[in-house]
């Protein structure tokens, strides 16, 4: 099948995007000026056993050794000592990919309904207050950056309202369910700790609005222009004409053509969400990766910036891959195309 | 084109004379004058205009206009610290924990997010282009595979997490932040480029300069890259938004301009570390860099609806 063979070559490329971008991070991180070794023991530590360390690690090897050696390593799953958390990365990515992916799956579903209810609500009511409101609200979203959302959320409805906590993800007298998932929401559900779960919700809640705002704001805009856009063509006026009831021609004939452009979008701006995670959470004191992450990358700690990088990477071409498959089935155009 | 007479015959005199009207008017003088027209026919791209005017003349000017030029260094004045907002006819936006004029750093902060812009857009918008150009020209060839296939591998992920971490990795300086934006900012240039070009390659201006004999370069960049203005100059404004985003984004993780420079970013970042008793030191920041970005939104949209209703 043609699909097969497209989502196929996707893959392939997003494979050598990826390793490519593992060289260039790697190598990038290593001809920088500093010692990888100096930076992680103490600075009394004699020179000997540095050099032992240094050994240990490999750092004396050439740089393209070091590249297949570590390599191989993530390829078994071990991701390299995080000088910020003195352990594995490995143990860190699983205690906070987990948060971060929770966090972006709210964001996300925010996003989507939100998104077309205005989008459906400004391209059915074209010029009227909907649609004015829906215009006023997307220059809004557009023009403020994620992090000031997540400000002024914090101040609004944290601070001075109190409705929201003010960060974190639990509060205190709430633990972590632990347990088979990883996931905080999932796990509270499997255990029936449903007080635990509306915790995390409210924790939740106030960063991912922010988070999704941005996005939602140009999804809004490409339905209602995709709306405008096909309810001109010849066979609306038709299927009108021939007296089908409004409701099926805008819904069945008119709705889901003008959403497949917005799919794209939708799909790039969720994994945009990857990047702006990173300041929400700080804003909101989130215990994700992304959060991890700044704090470790401002410590230059070259292991975790070169995980991070991959790690998202590979989620963003997931992500990318999976909405080219829903657009796909969505548009019979592209199903039945010869690609 | 030519209007007919009653008659049903053009005397040579009205062919001449339509003749010399075209030849009067230039037809770039005329494109430009309808596109003129089908921006400012939108009030909102006038306002965005008028926005980005502002924001420019304070980029440049800023340091003349400001009550209090040297509250933009180390400057403290501690009795004076939080002040509040519109109480102080002296400090209409009040003043940060150093007493300094909150107006004043914000103005100036201007400055810095359109250097910011400027350094990035001059870096990245020619290289992007040529790459896409000499890309789209050579479609389906190995040049083609292996610029598409490299610029790839900058945009594999978001944006703000590559400059991120190169930044993270150097000392924390603007100018590397300008630079690592800019690395994984031009592949989006080559893409509109590239797409432009490839839809044009078998146009018949392009055959026919080809069968002329004109060189390689003369057709891609004479010929081509023409076309490709009204894309490229409207990605470029809608992209001042978000280069001042990614700025202020890096710098608000401290990774951009380090205090005491009035970068906007910065100026969040340590303001929204007082939240929530003294808000305006971070939100007034906060808005400037919200309304340049408006600003630059609708002037780039009113870009788009002159250059794509015009070529039509």
Redesign the interface.
């Known amino acids: 099948m043609d699909m097969k063979r497209y989502i196929g070559k996707r893959m392939f490329w997003a494979i050598i995007s990826l390793f490519g971008l593992s060289i260039f991070i790697f190598y990038f991180g290593r001809i920088i000026p500093g010692d990888p070794i100096r930076m992680m023991v103490d600075p009394r530590t004699p020179e000997s056993v540095v050099e032992e360390l240094r050994r240990s690690l490999a750092l004396d090897r050439p740089l393209y050794t070091q590249y297949f050696i570590w390599l191989s390593n993530v390829f078994r799953g071990e991701l390299g000592f995080s000088i910020h958390s003195r352990r594995s990365l490995t143990l860190d990515v699983r205690e906070y990919l987990p948060r971060s992916l929770e966090l972006i799956f709210y964001a996300g579903s925010v996003q989507i309904v939100g998104s077309f209810l205005l989008g459906v609500a400004a391209g059915s009511n074209i010029n009227k207050w909907q649609d004015h409101v829906t215009r006023i609200f997307s220059y809004i979203g557009v023009s403020i950056p994620a992090f000031v959302f997540a400000i002024i959320f914090q101040l609004v409805f944290a601070y001075q309202l109190g409705v929201f906590p003010t960060g974190g993800a639990l509060s205190e007298g709430f633990s972590a369910p632990g347990g088979p998932t990883g996931f905080i929401a999932l796990d509270s559900i499997i255990h029936g700790r449903f007080g635990t779960l509306l915790n995390f919700i409210q924790h939740a809640t106030l960063p991912a609005i922010a988070l999704a705002i941005p996005g939602m704001a140009q999804v809004t805009r490409m339905i209602r222009s995709g709306m405008i856009t096909i309810n001109q063509k010849e066979y609306i006026a038709m299927s009108r004409g021939f007296g089908l009831p409004e409701k099926d021609v805008r819904f069945k004939y008119l709705l889901r053509p003008s959403i497949i452009p917005a799919v794209t979008v939708l799909g790039m701006q969720i994994a945009m969400m990857l990047g702006n995670a990173f300041l929400v959470e700080i804003v909101f004191r989130w215990p994700g990766f992304s959060r991890f992450a700044v704090n470790a990358m401002l410590r230059s700690d070259l292991n975790t910036i070169v995980a991070t990088v991959l790690i998202i990477g590979l989620m963003f071409a997931v992500i990318n891959i999976v909405i080219d498959v829903l657009v796909a089935y969505i548009d019979p155009r592209i199903r039945f195309s010869r690609r | 084109m030519a209007e007919h007479d009653t008659e049903g015959e053009i005397s040579e005199e009205k062919i001449e004379k339509l003749i010399g009207e075209e030849k009067e008017q230039s037809p770039w003088k005329d494109s430009l004058k309808r596109r003129w027209y089908r921006f400012s026919r939108n009030p909102l791209s006038l306002v965005g205009l008028g926005i980005a005017i502002i924001t420019i003349f304070l980029a440049i000017f800023g340091w003349l206009v400001v009550p209090y030029p040297e509250h933009g260094g180390y400057f403290s004045n501690y009795p004076d610290a939080f002040i509040e907002p519109f109480r102080d006819a002296s400090y209409i936006f009040g003043t940060d924990e150093y007493g300094r004029d909150v107006l004043t750093r914000t103005i100036l902060g201007f400055r810095y997010a359109m250097t910011m812009v400027v350094v990035v857009l001059t870096l990245v918008v020619p290289s992007g282009v040529v790459v896409g150009l000499v890309a789209g020209y050579h479609k389906d060839t190995w040049v083609d595979t292996l610029l598409m ?2 610029s ?3 945009i ?7 400059a ?3 930044t ?3 000392e924390p300086d603007p100018l590397y932040a300008m630079l690592a934006i800019s690395l994984m900012w031009w592949p989006w240039y080559a893409r509109i480029a590239y797409n432009n070009v490839s839809s044009l390659i078998n146009e018949e201006f392009v055959r026919s300069a080809e069968i002329m004999g004109d060189s390689k370069l003369h057709i891609m960049f004479s010929e081509i890259l023409p076309n490709c203005t009204g894309a490229i100059l409207t990605k470029a404004t809608l992209d001042v ?1 978000w280069v001042i ?1 990614i700025g ?2 890096l710098s ?4 951009g301009a380090q205090a005491p420079t009035p970068d906007l970013g910065t100026m ?1 970042a340590d303001g ?1 570390a007082w ?2 008793d003294y ?1 305006w030191p ?2 007034f920041p ?1 808005i400037a ?3 340049i ?2 600003g630059f ?2 002037l780039g949209d009113g870009i788009q609806d002159a250059f794509e209703e015009g070529s039509q």
């Open positions: 296939r490299f790839d591998i900058f594999a992920v978001p944006p703000l997490v590559l991120l971490s190169i993270a990795m150097l938004g985003i202020a984004s608000f993780l401290g990774l969040v929204a939240l929530p808000w971070s939100i906060a860099i919200s309304f970005i408006l939104n609708l």
